[in-house]
T-cell receptor
Framework: NAGVTQTPKFRVLKTGQSMTLLCAQDMNHEYMYWYRQDPGMGLRLIHYSVGEGTTAKGEVPDGYNVSRLKKQNFLLGLESAAPSQTSVYFC????????????FGPGTRLTVT | GQQVMQIPQYQHVQEGEDFTTYCNSSTTLSNIQWYKQRPGGHPVFLIQLVKSGEVKKQKRLTFQFGEAKKNSSLHITATQTTDVGTYFCAGPAEGAQKLVFGQGTRLTINP
């Protein structure tokens, strides 16, 4: 069981470039999440998904798009990267219903210059 | 919207001293979760509290959920260097489909 994996681990982009972050989980979880973490700001939810083919906006969705074409994968896209998107991005997943804990991936450190 | 506040933001202690972080929600919570993030790592689930006034212990860690289910605390007795990291509380939102995290308390320890 790999749990939650994220690709890539590190990335440097120039302003205006695009990229996609991949999150994969092998725990058959229904819910998946994308967070960004900045110093002193805790974890802020970007987008989330409660099932294959469904997505919803979180607290800070602007500048990001997501897709959940397969249950095990959740993609986060940056169409035109900005320096303000420099951050550490975490993906998480959990079971549906009730109050289950979230399992986090190792994170992607993104720098936009 | 729902807010979860944590204090203090930072805490530096001598090894062996106790440590407490407090979590306050703007709304009543059905449950509260605590996570720990080691430096350079990712958040890892520690525990969940559900009942009003609930107290749970994990070795040197004691977690409490307030009577009104709007606040919680994490107390570490006799800190060790392995306790270094950031501790987050989180409460459910949007019908429990998502969590709202506090800003975290970063604990550093002088050995």
């Amino acid at each position: 069981n790999a749990g939650v994996t994220q690709t890539p681990k590190f990335r440097v982009l120039k302003t205006g470039q695009s990229m996609t972050l991949l999150c994969a989980q092998d725990m058959n979880h229904e819910y998946m999440y994308w967070y960004r973490q900045d110093p002193g700001m805790g974890l802020r939810l970007i987008h989330y998904s409660v099932g294959e083919g469904t997505t919803a906006k979180g607290e800070v969705p602007d500048g990001y798009n997501v897709s959940r074409l397969k249950k095990q994968n959740f993609l986060l896209g940056l169409e035109s990267a900005a320096p303000s998107q420099t951050s550490v991005y975490f993906c998480a997943s959990r079971l549906a219903g009730g109050a289950y804990e979230q399992y986090f991936g190792p994170g992607t450190r993104l720098t936009v210059t | 919207g729902q807010q979860v506040m944590q204090i203090p933001q930072y805490q530096h202690v001598q090894e062996g001293e106790d440590f407490t972080t407090y979590c306050n929600s703007s709304t009543t919570l059905s449950n509260i979760q605590w996570y720990k993030q080691r430096p350079g790592g990712h958040p890892v689930f520690l525990i969940q509290l559900v009942k009003s006034g609930e107290v749970k212990k994990q070795k040197r860690l004691t977690f409490q959920f307030g009577e009104a289910k709007k606040n919680s605390s994490l107390h570490i007795t006799a800190t060790q260097t392995t306790d270094v990291g950031t501790y987050f509380c989180a409460g459910p939102a949007e019908g429990a489909q998502k969590l709202v995290f506090g800003q975290g308390t970063r604990l550093t320890i002088n050995p």
